[in-house]
């Protein structure tokens, strides 16, 4: 069953600009991640975001989250043409991950 | 550097043939996991295995079976394949809960073509 629902579905933005993904999930978590796939690749894990926390930076990312609101968001900053990819939130209830369907995001040059 | 590798990345099979898909880690990692990844779908869980020769199903684990007789190693089979399991295949692998690390780390994955 999905988790996981990511908005906006696809996003288009200039290079320098940031990017800010969403995502709303509906059941109990112990945790949020979020990974990146390329173009016809594995997924590649970016970030993880426990319960009790309500925010993480790693480098250009920013993740926050909202248990009350069951939601997180992704903000990349500073946008760089090698940041095109796919992005995909996962819930964590124990070991297994619950992926949503992903965000397509396009940086243009 | 941590690695999980699959046994092909391009394969493809005719309908009602045994297909065997290979994934293999080298992070000494309990939990392994089997996916399909389709176009609006995103991944869905086919089987996952805790420990060897355990095996528990997914989401969508009908015309699929799985073995896990190595901890390293976690084989994922078609056992009649058919043209709506043309997809994309990725096996991903991680520590146990008690670690606190969830994280899982994900082969290049499969693509599936069954004519």
């Known amino acids: 069953s999905q988790q996981g629902e990511e908005d906006p579905q696809a996003l288009s933005i200039q290079e320098g600009e940031n990017a800010t993904m969403n995502c709303s999930y509906k059941t109990s978590i112990n945790n949020l991640q979020w990974y990146r796939q390329n173009s016809g690749r594995g997924l590649v894990h970016l970030i993880l975001?426990?319960?009790?926390?309500r925010e993480k930076h790693s480098g250009r990312l920013r993740v926050t989250l909202d248990t009350s609101k069951k939601s997180s968001s992704l903000l990349i900053t500073a946008s760089r043409a090698a940041d095109t990819a796919s992005y995909f939130c996962?819930?964590?209830?124990?070991?297994?991950?619950?992926f949503g369907k992903g965000i397509t995001l396009s940086v243009r040059p | 550097d941590v690695k999980v590798t699959q046994s092909s990345r391009y394969l493809v099979k005719r309908t009602g043939e045994k297909v065997f898909l290979e994934c293999v880690q080298d992070m000494d990692h309990e939990n392994m996991f089997w996916y399909r990844q389709d176009p609006g779908l995103g991944l869905r869980l086919i089987y996952f295995s805790y420990d060897v020769k355990m095996k528990e199903k997914g989401d969508i684990p009908e015309g699929y079976s799985v073995s896990r007789e190595k901890k390293e190693r976690f084989s994922l089979i078609l056992e009649s394949a058919s043209t709506n399991q043309t997809s994309m295949y990725l096996c991903?692998?991680?520590?146990?809960?008690?670690?606190?690390?969830?994280?899982?780390?994900f082969g290049p994955g499969t693509r599936l073509t069954v004519l």
């Open positions: 991903a692998s991680s520590a146990p809960t008690s670690g606190s690390r969830y994280e899982q780390f």
């Open positions: 996962a819930t964590g209830a124990n070991s297994k991950l619950t």
């Open positions: 975001i426990r319960s009790n926390e």
